[in-house]
């Protein structure tokens, strides 16, 4: 069956330190990931984008890895900060031949990021 | 710049109402979508546009119906609302097609079926 799992419900982590989260899917062949971030009680907000051709992409402090042999994505947070908690969600991107595309979500990992 | 605005933000309705929830967008994207998210399950999405006029299912589209007849407007409408439809809803838009375009969403919709 096809599932994508974000590996962790909460991720706790100190101030300062790298937070990384997973992305795993299996029985997909994405074309693209995508990564938002959601805080209580608001909608979803954009991230990154990665394209299966390539294997990272970095925007300041963030940085997405994606390794389609793995069927996996990686989500980094360097030098973390506590405005950093919340929830973050990933996203594939799949091509449907001619026709509108689809985002499938995960459930979301929620980062705690401690002072 | 408002971006996406659903309105209203809560609802409270009892089983078998109707009501509809409506999301504009001033960004003249051609594609708006409306997903449901639950605890526990990702966003799911429930009816999608690709542009004025048209609308097409998405992954859980029964007991919802949507219209597009504006490109800034899409109304998702439950006509008769059962318990199991009491969820998050967001609407989204994009201006590219398919999967990489990314979206923008609105603040959300909290409906409470009884």
């Known amino acids: 069956s096809q599932k994508i799992e974000q590996n962790s419900e909460a991720l706790n982590i100190q101030e300062g330190k790298t937070a990384t989260l997973t992305c795993n899917y299996t029985?997909?062949?994405?074309?693209?990931l995508q990564w938002y971030r959601q805080d209580p009680g608001r909608g979803p907000v954009f991230l990154l984008l990665?394209?299966?051709?390539?294997k990272e992409k970095r925007k300041e402090r963030l940085k997405v890895t994606f390794d389609t042999t793995l069927k996996q994505s990686l989500f980094h947070i360097t030098a973390s900060q506590p405005a950093d908690s919340a929830t973050y969600l990933c996203?594939?991107?799949?091509?449907?031949?001619?026709?509108?595309?689809?985002?499938?979500f995960g459930k979301g990992t929620k980062l705690s990021v401690k002072p | 710049n408002a971006g996406v605005t659903q309105t209203p933000k809560f609802r409270v309705l009892k089983t078998g109402q109707s009501m509809t929830l409506l999301c504009a967008q001033d960004?003249?994207?051609?594609?708006m979508y409306w997903y449901r998210q639950d605890p526990g399950m990702g966003l799911r999405l429930i009816h999608y546009?690709?542009?004025?006029?048209?609308?097409a299912k998405g992954e859980v589209p029964d007991g919802y119906n949507v219209s597009r007849l504006k490109k800034q407007n899409f109304l998702l409408g439950l006509e008769s609302a059962a318990p199991s439809q009491t969820s998050v809803y967001f609407c989204?838009?994009?201006?590219?097609?398919?999967?990489?375009?990314?979206?923008?969403f609105g603040e959300g919709s909290r409906l409470t079926v009884l």
């Open positions: 989204a838009s994009s201006y590219r097609a398919g999967p990489s375009g990314e979206l923008f």
């Open positions: 029985n997909y062949s994405p074309a693209y």
């Open positions: 996203a594939l991107g799949l091509n449907y031949g001619g026709s509108q595309g689809n985002l499938i």
């Open positions: 990665i394209r299966e051709n390539e």
């Open positions: 546009s690709v542009g004025e006029g048209t609308t």
């Open positions: 960004m003249n994207h051609e594609y």
